[in-house]
Antibody
Framework: QVQLVQSGAEVKKPGASVKVSCRVTGYTVTRYFMHWVRQAPGQSLEWMGTFNPPSGGKYYAQKFQGRVSMTRDTSTNTFYMELNSLKSEDTAVYYC?????????WGQGTLVTVSS | DIQLTQSPSFLSASVGDRVTITCRASQGISTYLAWYQQKPGKAPNLLIFAASTLQSGVPSRFSGSGSGTEFTLTISSLQPEDFATYYCHQVKTYPRTFGQGTKVEIK
């Protein structure tokens, strides 16, 4: 059974970094694309970027270029998303989501709160 | 970037009603469109992919249609568990984009 299990909630100060993990069970992380999507309180979904496991390629939204890094650890079947130079506007729930023809499996979400 | 505009943003309906949500793309995306349902505090759930293909396990009262720039999600007979927010999402190109959402509430 496919499951995506994310790390727990984080509280960070402005300027800090956060690293969210997404542990996959039920399939190998060398296969399907993994996306990161965030949702600020009361807002729509915002695509942040994609990790392409077969090639190792990454596609980041221009808004996050230079501030985001997406990686994968095949030994633990885990994806990571690190966001640097946090601002209060980065307060949101962050999701990982597997894509085949749509995003068919999602993590439970990780709330990141940025506050001084 | 491809912009997706959903209408309406808010919809009030009764159990048993037929509900239609529209998603318009700023440029043609063939049938590279998905629809999601999201309930408060939960991750989105994939309903439809490739514009009209029902995801496994999704009730048949949900259907999708369209191609190019105009798409619709239809719920043939609204059930109590369908009150939620619905999003369209284009998978044609990067950056991937989502519509702003349509909240379906009980009349």
């Amino acid at each position: 059974q496919v499951q995506l299990v994310q790390s727990g909630a984080e509280v960070k100060k402005p300027g800090a970094s956060v690293k969210v993990s997404c542990r996959v069970t039920g399939y190998t992380v060398t296969r399907y694309f993994m996306h990161w999507v965030r949702q600020a309180p009361g807002q729509s979904l915002e695509w942040m970027g994609t990790f392409n496991p077969p090639s190792g390629g990454k596609y980041y939204a221009q808004k996050f270029q230079g501030r985001v890094s997406m990686t994968r650890d095949t030994s633990t079947n885990t994806f990571y998303m690190e966001l640097n130079s946090l601002k209060s506007e980065d307060t949101a729930v962050y999701y990982c989501a597997r894509e085949i023809s749509g995003m068919d499996y999602w993590g439970q979400g990780t709330l990141v709160t940025v506050s001084s | 970037d491809i912009q997706l505009t959903q209408s309406p943003s808010f919809l009030s309906a009764s159990v048993g009603d037929r509900v239609t949500i529209t998603c318009r793309a700023s440029q043609g995306i063939s049938t590279y469109l998905a629809w999601y349902q999201q309930k408060p505090g939960k991750a989105p759930n994939l309903l439809i992919f490739a514009a009209s293909t029902l995801q496994s396990g999704v009730p048949s009262r949900f259907s999708g249609s369209g191609s190019g720039t105009e798409f619709t999600l239809t719920i043939s007979s609204l059930q109590p568990e369908d009150f939620a927010t619905y999003y369209c999402h284009q998978v044609k190109t990067y950056p991937r984009t989502f519509g702003q959402g349509t909240k379906v509430e009980i009349k």
